[in-house]
């Protein structure tokens, strides 16, 4: 049994299309990256553009793409199975490759972990699922109130009715959206923030 917020609320999720994420979010890629047997996502920083990087760990090895131009990285088809998946591991780490080779990267995915759910100056990502098994991804900008209708102060950026929901998070700097599914990345990026000390 649920309430009638809660029915209210449901049905305003149902209600809510798929839209662009707002200003200043872009695109990364046009479209979805096909990632088959995804297993978890991560997030680290390259050590010279300064770059969010993805970490992908899946069912055919790792993968590193820049999470400003969409660029893949690097590529191990064949990683150490002792460390191939974050499970290995209790704080849920699998070890980087190319520019950060030898720096373990905390993957959020099929075996737990999460992504960071807001960011410095207050974005909030919440996934929802009034249709469950399909989870949809909230992004707002109001605290993660949702209220009103879509598109105002929040928006139902990606729907995960095809696929496995894997993780759904910002990047520690905030300048990177990521969603992964069991067989997709789709991210999203905006400019660098600054934050006086």
Not at 31 to 54: E, K, N, Q, W, Y
Not at 60 to 82: A, Y
Not at 118 to 124: E, N
Not at 173 to 193: E, H, K, M, N
């Amino acid at each position: 049994m649920i309430t009638d917020y809660q029915q209210k609320l449901r049905e305003r999720y149902l209600a809510a299309t798929v839209m662009p994420a707002p200003e200043p979010w872009q695109p990364v890629m046009d479209c979805r990256t096909p990632i088959g047997g995804l297993l978890g996502v991560g997030f680290a920083v390259h050590p010279d553009s300064g770059h969010d990087l993805i970490m992908v760990v899946s069912s055919d090895g790792h993968g590193l793409f820049d999470g400003v131009t969409g660029e893949k990285i690097d590529r191990d088809r064949d990683p150490d199975p002792e460390t191939s998946t974050p499970d290995a591991h209790p704080d849920l780490t699998c070890p980087g490759l190319g520019p950060i080779a030898g720096v373990p990267v905390r993957v959020a995915g099929l075996f737990g972990g999460g992504l960071h759910s807001t960011t410095p100056d207050g974005w909030t990502l919440d996934v929802v699922s009034p249709e469950w098994p399909h989870d949809r991804v909230i992004l707002s900008a109001d605290g993660g109130s949702h209220k009103g209708p879509a598109g105002g102060t929040w928006w139902h950026v990606f729907h995960s009715e095809y696929s496995e929901l894997r993780a759904a998070g910002f990047s520690p700097s905030g300048q990177t959206l990521a969603v992964a599914t069991s067989s997709d990345l789709t991210l999203w990026t905006r400019p660098g923030l600054r934050f006086d000390d």
